[in-house]
RNA sequence: GCCCGCGUGGUGGAAUGGUAGACACAGGGGACUUAAAAUCCCUAGGCAGGAAUGCCGUGCCGGUUCGAAUCCGGCCGCGGGUACCA
């Protein structure tokens, strides 16, 4: 009998199914039709054990459904323009192009040891020119039905180095290169109109009945609908009206000072006259622009002397603020503050001295606010001191409806819906991304680039016009002639924009090219009606708002150009969000005091502590995402070196809940493989055994339908730790069970089917040995046999008063009356009651007993 | 700061209002073996007890319920997102 040898099996079993072409999707009039997606990975260079896991998971569900009779489409792309590429060219040299596709190859050859069924075929990456060329021309068709605009915006400044950073090359407000104090600039740039469907994307999260809750709330609350009051101060110089943007109108007889923003144009004009208040408002646009940044700042302000008079009270002068926390993007960019009810608010009148007024007390504690801002659920009701609208008692959402009603009745005022969300920004001023097809023209203004030129490519290695990333900037920008063209109106010297497309927008569509990856135009409608939407999107929970967002964005715009059927609107129908792979850090102190990191494989460990070579004992950090700089990364190909492939994806499902994180341990893939193993005995023992059916059959039949029941509800419901589990427990089963060789064949035969979205090479070898027909890739999945799961008794647990005190055996279709009445007579009952009735009886049939005495 | 999660034995975890700790790892004991490896069997939350058994126990505090790991409120810790990382 010859040993479990997984690289000669998975060797083996890889070249029949291509051979076959078990996994090339083909559109079938006859097959109801599964489309199964991970989101695509990033070229970094290697793939790591969360690679693995993400698709592995995937993978089960695309083997599974090819053995339900579904024609499936599971493909694989690279997500690949970003900035890795060209921080690696700016550290290394060499050109982002040559970095990316060598990283693609390299991971393709790691990825197809692990056996995916997955569509090669259709493989391709966001560089392609054949790709992002069809990305420009939606831009182009995006732009004609005006779902792309250009504004204003600001971005991260560098002062030194002159260029724009990204928010996590801003670090502690500081430039990540040349340590200088990041500034806000405005920038002209192109914006996608998402807030246009802002209502739309919200109220459609409620069909998404297979998304996760948490990942839909967590876009409705990125949506951000609210309703507020709209209305105007007056200023007391004569001066253009401030405009405010208000939640809570309510109060508004609380009202403290007025605050701008420091991007607000009042604060811009009056910076030439006012040279203190110039140098306030730039010092306030120092610092990085992310929202964390801005909220999280010391909180400043700046007195503009500017009085407004309050618009219920003409007597009533409010002081003008310029305060750093009030967002441009955000309303009207200007505020009107009630400390007694804010806790910013009242922290930065603390700060500066300004009154604080209360509005409304809570029922039972008349207290004015001193430190903590008094800020009641919306539903709460409270008493209101200080309102103009005649309130007394009333929640604070009544007194916001009241008070609009009063605004607009009075006409000063009116209530309008906001959103939170803000247009998508698209422009980067960097190299590696989709070049944006437009051109500025000094006669014809800002003109689209025709079809016809697309793809507008990016220049690469021309001649002696290389792009240079040693210094820092947009290399488009300094290119000497790329930017240079011709007019696509006029035909007059022009140039083109050097902006690039934000990675997301790549990634927003990639699942609708994947339908037909070399059509001519960015979607075939055939194809596209045939395999969208995606019934399981499978990826990280950190996409949960982004990259989900705009992909269903769009997907609406792309209805709206024609590139997709009204029915792709929401592209996927359930999604699944899977945890992270972590595995300890194991550090040492470098002579600068820095911490130096050491792989896995260099670290022995001993008794909790670990070692390098040279008997040094390393710093040992518990768990931590998996990620190169940490060189906490375990390579699949080691495993799968020591182990194989089908012990790698049967650990990585094992031992966690897919939707939570895992930590990868060696000795739990061990665990793996020696279970692996232990199928491939039985079923080489089992082909070689001749033993009689014998009355052991029904009973190992029965656990056989069990596992196919419970296997099966486990892979439908992503339970493939559970499922897992009851795999081990059938092939124990099967192991002690000394039924006839038939039935230990078929028992094994069906553990080889239900293992093998898993294993499925393993799986392949066990059917071949036991004289399966055809592929396993392709049998049919078994099907439970309800007559075999019925059980004649079933055993009941007994509580008093809600603690189990014993159990009973009784007839599994025994009415409730029966369960009472055995119950009573059980001795834990009989001795609890002591003679006496009890209080209370509770039945819950097939589960539990609960006698309260 | 704000939004969203998560927290159960020595370890990964199971249990979605009904027997807390399935399954697995590490540990302890045993069988087989000249020996080892491999394999198989037993044991295993804590405390007390010879045992039967009892008490305690799902981050902490409180609540709802006949019954709470699970639902509600408050706190602590960790993770994800925060619009130019992907």
């Known amino acids: 009998m010859s040993a479990y040898d997984a690289a000669t099996i998975e060797a083996r079993w890889q070249a029949a199914w291509e051979k076959a072409g078990t996994f090339k999707a083909e559109m079938s009039a006859d097959k109801p039709k599964y489309y199964v997606l991970e989101m695509f990975p990033y070229p970094s260079g290697r793939i790591h054990m969360g690679h693995v896991r993400n698709y592995t998971m995937g993978d089960v569900i695309a083997r599974y459904k090819l053995t339900t009779g579904h024609a499936v489409l599971h493909p694989m792309g690279f997500d690949a323009f970003g900035m890795p590429a060209e921080n690696a060219a700016m550290k290394s040299g060499g050109h982002p192009k040559d970095w990316t596709y060598a990283n693609i190859n390299e991971m ?107 990942v839909r709330l967590m876009q409705q609350n990125w949506i951000g609908k609210s309703r507020g009051l709209q209305f105007s101060f007056e200023r007391t110089d004569g001066g253009a009206p401030i405009e405010v943007y208000t939640t809570r109108p309510d109060t508004l007889m ?71 926390f009030i967002l441009m993007d955000y309303g009207t960019g200007a505020i009107f503050a009630c400390p007694a009810h804010d806790q910013r608010d009242l922290d930065f009148c603390r700060k500066y001295d300004l009154p604080v007024i209360d509005t409304f007390f809570a029922l039972d504690n008349p207290k004015p606010v001193e430190t903590e801002a008094f800020v009641p659920a919306r539903t709460d009701k409270v008493r209101w001191v200080n309102h103009f609208a005649g309130l007394d008692m009333a929640t604070g959402q009544e007194a916001i409806d009241a008070t609009i009603d009063f605004a607009e009745a009075q006409g000063w005022g009116k209530g309008k819906e906001q959103y939170r969300l ?95 990856p070399r059509a001519e135009t960015p979607t075939d409608m055939d194809a596209a009606k045939y395999w969208m939407n995606v019934d399981q999107y499978i990826g990280g929970i950190e996409h949960a708002i982004l990259h989900l967002l705009y992909s269903r964005f769009f997907a609406r715009g792309m209805i709206k150009t024609g590139h997709l059927p009204e029915s792709a609107a929401e592209p996927f129908n359930a999604l699944f969000t899977q945890g992270m792979v972590t595995h300890a850090i194991y550090q040492t102190k470098g002579d600068d005091g820095r911490p130096v990191y050491h792989y896995p494989e260099d670290v022995d460990l ?84 001749d033993t009689a059916a014998n009355d052991q059959d029904e009973a190992l039949l029965r656990e056989m339908h069990k596992a196919i029941r419970d296997v099966t509800l486990g892979v439908e419901s992503f339970g493939f730790n559970a499922a ?130």
């Open 108 to 214: 393709v050859a790691q990825m197809k040891p692990l056996g995916f069924g997955l569509d090669w075929s259709r493989m391709f990456a966001t560089c392609d020119e054949e790709y992002y060329g069809q990305q420009q021309a939606l831009f182009l068709d995006f732009l004609e039905q005006g779902l792309v605009y250009r504004k204003n915006a600001v971005v991260n400044w560098d002062p030194v180095d002159m260029t724009v950073l990204a928010n996590e090359q801003v670090i502690d407000g500081k430039g990540w290169r040349s340590g200088a104090e990041v500034e806000r600039r405005e920038l002209t740039q192109w914006f996608f109109k998402i807030s246009d469907m802002a209502d739309e994307l919200l109220t459609a999260l409620d069909g998404l009945d297979d998304w996760p809750a948490k």
């Open 422 to 516: 803000r247009d998508w920004g698209l422009s980067r001023q960097r190299y590696w991304g989709c070049p944006i097809p437009v051109v500025y023209c000094d006669t014809c203004g800002v003109v689209p680039e025709k079809k016809e030129n697309l793809p507008i490519a990016l220049p690469y290695d021309n001649g002696n016009e290389e792009i240079d990333f040693s210094v820092p900037g947009n290399p488009l920008d300094r290119h000497p002639t790329w930017r240079n063209c011709a007019c696509p109106s006029c035909g007059a010297p022009a140039r083109r924009e050097t902006d690039t497309m934000d990675t997301f927008v790549d990634s927003s569509w990639y699942y609708a090219r994947f339908t037909a």
């Open 724 to 853: 897992i589990a009851k795999l081990y427990a059938f092939t124990a089963t099967i192991q002690k069970s000394k039924a006839g060789s038939e039935a230990k064949c078929t028992a094994l035969k069906t553990l080889a089917q239900l293992m093998a979205p898993m294993t499925p090479h393993l799986s392949e070898e066990a059917w071949s040995i036991l004289g399966g027909e055809g592929l396993i890739a392709d049998a049919p999945w078994p099907q439970a046999d309800k007559a075999m799961l019925v059980e004649a008794s079933i055993t009941m647990p007994i509580q008093i008063n809600g603690k189990r005190r014993g159990e009973m055996s009784i007839a599994a279709d025994a009415s409730k009356a029966d369960v009472e009445a055995l119950a009573l007579t059980h001795d834990v009952v009989v001795k609890a009651l002591d003679g006496g009735q009890p209080k209370k009886l509770i039945v819950v049939p097939g589960r539990i007993i609960n006698v309260v005495v």
């Open 254 to 324: 609380g009202a403290s000072f007025v605050g701008l923003s420091p991007d607000h144009p009042i604060v811009k004009e009056m910076e030439g006259a006012n040279p203190e208040l110039a140098q306030v408002a730039a010092a306030m646009r120092k610092g990085g622009t992310t929202e964390e940044a801005l909220e999280k700042a010391e909180k400043l302000g700046f007195d503009t002397g500017l009085k407004v008079k309050h618009p219920l009270n003409p007597d009533w002068e409010l002081p003008v603020w310029i305060a750093n």
């Open 606 to 689: 001993r008794d909790g502590s670990g070692f390098l070579s040279d008997g040094t004992e390393v710093e040992i950090v518990p768990s931590a995402k998996m990620s190169k700089s940490k060189n906490n990364v375990v390579d699949p190909l080691n495993i799968i070196r020591d182990f194989g492939a089908d012990t790698a994806r049967w650990f990585v499902l094992s031992d966690s809940p897919p939707e939570r994180d895992v930590e990868w341990t060696a000795s739990g893939a061990e665990a793996a493989f020696k279970h692996l193993t232990r199928v491939y005995r039985l079923a080489t023992e089992a082909a070689g055994a």
